[in-house]
């Protein structure tokens, strides 16, 4: 049974467009991320939600707007792509905001803008 | 800006050997050290977890953390080639995402 699960697997698109990726995980966990990861595999956050709320937006262009509709969903809706959104966007998620939480990462994303 | 940095390698290191990776990370207030393993093409999974000074082991591997000198370490005893990944150093503090390294990439040689 997975746990964190992302749709699309693979995204290809052209430049201009818009495009959302869903996550979702039936965990029970009430907080969930989405990480993006570029080229040379470094895993950078994007955002966070506990329980349908927002508690972190790092430096992230306004393009990109996450969207919690419940505990369980997470999704990721990008406008206006940019080649350099390319990339393998995680969702992931974990019990708690605590520190010591495992974070549980879904199979990931890979968007190619061309 | 809070960092976490790690030799990208390859680090390269026969079958049945010890590998050791290093992580360094800027933040004095970080609670929460986590070593994650990530094939490629797959999401990264969790090794192990230390939040106390000292060493914390599981099967054939041991985290080590010293808090005072802003380190933490990863031994994997009796190397497979089956390690062979990248393994990404990650740091939180209360309420916060994990902050990652760039990761190092392991190769274990039959």
């Known amino acids: 049974d997975t746990a964190v699960s992302q749709t699309p697997k693979y995204l290809v698109t052209q430049m201009g467009n818009d495009k959302s990726i869903k996550c979702e995980q039936n965990?029970?966990?009430?907080?969930m991320y989405w990480y993006k990861q570029d080229s040379k595999k470094f895993l950078k956050i994007m955002f966070s939600y506990n329980n349908k709320e927002l508690i972190i937006n790092e430096t992230v262009p306004n393009r990109f707007s996450p969207k919690s509709p419940d505990k369980a969903h997470l999704n990721l809706h990008i406008n206006s792509l940019e080649l350099g959104d390319s990339a393998v966007y995680f969702c992931a998620s974990s019990r708690e905001r605590v520190s010591y939480n495992e974070q549980f990462f879904g199979p990931g994303t890979r968007l190619t803008v061309l | 800006q809070k960092e976490v940095e790690q030799n990208s390698g390859p680090l390269s290191v026969p079958e049945g050997a010890i590998a050791s990776l290093n992580c360094t990370y800027s933040d004095r207030g970080s609670q929460s050290f986590f070593w994650y393993r990530q094939y490629s093409g797959k999401s990264p999974e969790l090794i192990m977890f230390i939040y106390s000074n000292g060493d914390k082991e599981d099967g054939r591997f041991t985290a080590q953390l010293n808090k005072a000198s802003q380190y933490v370490s990863l031994l994997i005893r009796d190397s497979q080639p089956s390690d062979s990944a990248t393994y990404l150093c990650a740091v939180t503090q209360a309420g916060t995402a994990l902050i990652f390294g760039k990761g190092t990439t392991l190769s274990v040689s039959s």
């Open positions: 965990l029970g966990h009430d907080t």
